[in-house]
């Protein structure tokens, strides 16, 4: 319990000192009035998420990272200077903090979509706006089928979100599943994977149509936890324990820059793709649990 507390002062104090440090270097930016300073500005801007990795990474360390395990295939294709898709599977809050620690030399710093509430955060949310994460706003399909123009406002802004993404190389990460892994989830879905929720193709098509010129590959990851689904309280406490990471660097497929294919038809080649991704990934966690 003390070690809980004293991480997550720690940890809050880290991110409340790098936000106050991020607005100061909006600010400047904001005023600057020669554009070589403006873009001096924006690397530093972009360098934060880095440094908050970084001293995360100190604070944690190995006492509360626990047994992490990860395989690599096609490490040598990563690079801090090429843009990458990340797909893993999601199971807790923790997935975010230990991608972003076993990424930190290997691709971009990791941006990944969020829940428009989330913007509302103290320092925090109003800090990742400026740090370049999109928000979007989910409806429900009720909302759309009463309003079908909302159905392309989170697609005009994620494509707004891209537009930035271009500019410099970035590692986007995006949740196919769209949440978090229950049991109660699973079954009300009922999708035909043991270990994961159906895929959504719609995030990863928009990214795909969109710079697939630009990226390097896309990193199917898979996260099991083969003592149990921890909390972000849990990985506070030291008591996490163990995690694998299958990484696996895979080719942008084909048809993401393919001439003459329509949104839907994108939606659907997309779809299959992670159809392919999802029952190869819930082979190796059902082999990885069955294991224990």
């Known amino acids: 319990m003390l070690l809980g507390i004293l991480m997550a002062a720690g940890l809050g104090l880290n991110l409340g000192t790098l936000c106050l440090y991020l607005y100061a270097l909006v600010f400047l930016r904001f005023i600057a009035p020669v554009p070589a300073w403006r873009r001096a500005l924006g690397a530093r801007i972009d360098a934060v998420i880095d440094h ?3 001293v995360n990474r100190w604070l944690m360390n190995k006492r509360l990272l626990g047994e992490v395990e990860v395989t690599w295939q096609g490490k040598e294709r990563l690079s801090r200077d090429k843009w990458f898709l990340l797909i893993p599977n999601h199971q807790s809050w923790v997935d975010i903090i ?3 620690n076993l990424m930190r030399e290997h691709v971009p710093a990791l941006k990944f979509f969020n829940k428009q509430v989330l913007i509302w955060l103290p320092l925090v949310g109003l800090a990742m706006h400026f740090l370049g994460f999109p928000y979007l706003k989910r ?8 309003r079908p123009k909302l159905k392309q406002v989170d697609q005009a802004r994620m494509r707004r979100a891209i537009e930035i993404f271009e ?3 970035t590692g986007i990460m ?5 949440t978090r892994f229950t049991a109660e989830k699973h079954a009300r879905q009922a999708p035909p994977y043991r270990h994961l929720l159906n895929p959504r193709s719609g995030g990863v098509a928009t990214v795909l149509g969109r710079l697939g010129g630009r990226l390097e590959a896309v990193l199917d990851v898979t996260i099991v936890y083969p003592d149990g689904k921890p909390g972000f309280w849990d990985l506070l406490c030291g008591r996490m324990g163990a995690a694998k990471f299958d990484v696996r660097v895979l080719p942008v497929p084909g048809f993401a820059a393919a ?6 038809a994108l939606r659907q080649a997309t779809q299959d793709w ?3 991704i999802w029952q190869a990934r819930d082979a190796r966690i059902h082999a990885v649990m069955e294991a224990r």
């Not at 409806?139 to 009463?146: L, P």
């Open 52 to 54: 908050a990795v970084d």
């Open 98 to 100: 230990l991608l972003q």
């Open 139 to 146: 409806y429900s399909r009720e909302q759309i089928a009463r």
């Open 167 to 169: 500019k410099r190389p």
């Open 174 to 178: 995006i949740f196919a599943e769209g």
């Open 259 to 264: 001439d003459g294919l329509d949104e839907d």
């Open 274 to 276: 992670l159809a392919e």
